[in-house]
Structures are given as C-alpha cells and as structure tokens.
C-alpha cells in the first residue's frame, strides 16, 4: 500500500526558509509513471498548487511561487523535498506531498501544519 | 494561468437529495479535470478522473461530466458521509490549478 509522509518544522519564522520532506514508501520514487507534488492549504481556505518534480530531476512551479520555490528529489531515499524561502504569514499552511499520474492526484500525505510566526 | 469557478461556492441539501457541482474553466482544457473530496483535517480524496472517469472503489452515486470549459460533478442520492468540501483540479497546463470548492452541508 502506497504512503506518503511529510516532515519537518511546524513552525517557522518569518524571512527563513520552510524546508519540508515528503518520504514514500510502498512504490519507487524513479518510476518513470509518476510526477510528486506540493500543495498547500491556507487555514480556512482552499487548495494551492506548489509544484512538481519528475523523478529525473524536471520540476514545474507555480509562477505566484516560483522565485522562491525549490522542489528536489532523492531516489536513493525515496523521498521529495520542498524548499519555500522567505516565508511570511501568508505561507502558513497545512503542506501536502502527493503522486501524480498523469491527470490526476491519487495518493496524498496526509499534512503537515507550518506556521510562520516570529 | 488558468482559472476554475466552481458554483455553488456553498450548499445545503439533504439526505436523498441530488446534488450538482459545477466547474468552469477559463479556456478549454479537454477533459483534464479532476474531482476531489476534502473533509476537514483530511487530505482530500480523489473521486472522478479525466472529467467523467470513476475511480476505482468511489460509490457510483458520484458522477462526472463536461468538456472543454464546462464539467460537472453529480452526487444522484446524497449520502450522510457525503458532507464535505468539493475541489475541481485542472491538469491540462502548468501551473496546475484548483477550483475554490463547494462546501456542502446538511439542511
């Protein structure tokens, strides 16, 4: 059965980097069938797409994101990484590590809560 | 980028009663669209693929439909375990994008 876990700080303060990792176990990382993702989920509000990374190492950002935003992969783990620098308020979130066929999410982490606050 | 409305933005209904979600996109993204449910302090769940495709083990009282730039999501009888929130996905274009969702509540 496919998992998907996120770790990392639930707190962060502001101007630092939120660094957060996604671990998968029950399917490889290298398949070349699947995408990984990031979505966030502000308090109260709805779904916000970070990014993607293909296990060769291509990623796809969200341009609202994008200069602040690293998103790697290490298959020897079997495990993403997400990489959001100079956070403010408007970054906390729950964060959710996902697979991706295709056209779809099937698989989801089932969140981490970051806060940014001093 | 491109945007998905979903309407309602919020709804009441009852048990037994026929449910519709609607999605629109501000272009034509074929039939890359996804539905998800979401209850809270859950990630959320994915229902219908490629606008019309069941997943396997989702309850056939969820449908799907719609091309291009209109889709909807049908609940045919709604269920008590069926109140939640409701997201459109599209996967047509980077960036990926989702629909501000559709709470549906009990009356």
């Known amino acids: 059965q496919l998992q998907l876990q996120e770790s990392g700080p639930g707190l962060v303060k502001p101007s630092e980097a939120l660094s957060l990792t996604c671990t998968v176990s029950g399917a490889s990382i290298s398949s070349s069938s699947y995408y990984w993702g990031w979505i966030r989920q502000p308090p109260g509000k709805g779904l916000e797409w970070i990014g993607s990374?293909?296990?060769?190492?291509?990623?796809y950002y969200n341009p609202s994101l994008k200069s602040r935003v690293t998103i790697s992969v290490d298959t020897s783990k079997n495990q993403f990484s997400l990489k959001l620098s100079s956070v403010t308020a408007a970054d906390t979130a729950v964060y959710y590590c996902a697979r991706r066929i295709t056209i779809f999410y099937d698989y989801w982490g089932q969140g981490t809560v970051v806060t940014v606050s001093s | 980028a491109i945007q998905l409305t979903q309407s309602p933005s919020s709804l009441s209904a009852s048990v037994g009663d026929r449910v519709t979600i609607t999605c629109r996109a501000s272009?034509?993204?074929?039939?890359?669209l996804a539905w998800y449910q979401q209850k809270p302090g859950k990630a959320p769940k994915l229902l219908i693929y490629d606008a019309s495709s069941l997943k396997s083990g989702v309850p056939s009282r969820f449908s799907g439909s719609g091309s291009g730039t209109d889709f909807a999501l049908i609940i045919s009888s709604l269920q008590p375990e069926d109140f939640a929130t409701y997201y459109c996905q599209q996967f047509k274009t980077y960036p990926l994008t989702f629909g501000g969702g559709t709470k549906v509540e009990i009356k």
């Open positions: 272009q034509g993204i074929s039939s890359a």
């Open positions: 990374i293909y296990y060769s190492g291509s990623t």
